[in-house]
Structures are given as C-alpha cells and as structure tokens.
C-alpha cells in the first residue's frame, strides 16, 4: 500500500476547501444566501454533504471564510508592525501593508469580482451580516489587547486601546460598505477610499466643522 505524502495530502485538502468556498460564494451571489443548501454547494464540488462538513460546520461559516482569511492577514500585519508607530499609525500602517499582499491571498481561493459579489451579499443578507458583526466585534477585541500588549497596557483598566480600535474599525466598516456599494472591485479603490476616510479622523474628532459667522 503506496502512503501518499503529507504534503500533497494537505494540499488536495486545501484544494477541496478551496473549491468549496469558490462555489458557494458562486451559489449565494447568484441565487441567494437563504436559497441554496449544503447538498448543492457538496453536489457541485463532487463531494459528499458529509465532507462539506468536514471543513465547515455551517454554510454561516463557508460564506465568511474569506474574510476570516482578510483578518487573520491583518492581524498578523499588525503584529509584525514597528514597536515605534504609536497604536494609530501601526492600526493604519498594518492595512495597507496587508493589502500589500491580500490579493494574492484572496485570488488563491476566489477571484476578486466575486469576493466584491460576495462583499455586497453579506451586506444585504441580515443573517450573515448579523455574523459578519458578531465575529469583527470578536476580532476588535483581539486588537485591542494587541494594542494593549504593545503599549504595556492593561486593557481592562486603561480604555485607550479599546477606544482607537473602535474609532479605526468604525471608519473600516464605513469604508467597506462604500466600496461594497461602489461600481469599482479593485483594491486600489478601496485603498484609497480608506485612506481619505482615515486622514479625517482626527480633524472630525479634534476640530470645529462649523463656519465662521462672518456676520
């Protein structure tokens, strides 16, 4: 009996994973999250309902895998940010470094028009943008206390981490919709998006936005 490598075991797995969330991001987009079964996303993979779950203990979770690989990238980007950047800047540096590289990451699994498809899918279906909030107020946690570990804070006693990651992921949900809403898929345009939104932060917070009364 011929033992097949580790390697090229991992990677079929990572292949059939792969082919999964491809399709059923496929199937959402194009008849609706609520419509379509684990049975069709199995049946179109040529695999059993027993294998999908094998890989995903729900269609919740397939249909937000590729933003746990957006933010699993962020957060390692931000972890390998300069112990220098005050909290600010290395939350803001770490999304653009990631968005470095995140395309390949996405293309690997899906294209980018249909992670863009499925960005608006999320948006407009109540049940997976019920997740989709749950899991980021999951994951603005662990940034605060990433923040915190940074800074040499206790993140239970001092609120600053807490409030600059509710402040940065505020804007990003902001961005995001927008770009969701947009006609333009690419990266850049939500790069630069997110950059006009973010260098507005402090003037909204810190400054007067009425006129002068020249009267």
Known sequence: MTVEPTGLRARKKQRTRDALVRVALELFTSQGYERTTVDEIADAVEVSQRTFFRYFASKEEVALAVQEVMESHYVAALRR??????????????????????GEAVEEIVPVDLHMRSFQMIESTPALLAAHMRRSTETEEALARLIADREG??????PRPRVVVA???????????????????????????????????GPALAQSWRTPDRS
Do not use: H
Not at 82 to 97: I, K, M, S
């Open 81 to 102: 940010r300069p112990a220098q950047e005050g909290p600010f800047d290395a939350l803001r540096n770490a999304v653009f470094a990631s968005w470095d590289s995140i």
């Open 167 to 201: 402040a940065f992921s505020g804007v990003m949900r902001t961005t995001g919709r927008l770009w969701g809403q947009s006609g333009d898929p690419t990266l850049e345009a939500i790069r630069s998006l997110t950059e006009t939104y973010l260098d507005q932060i």
């Open 153 to 158: 804070l206790d993140v239970d006693t001092d």
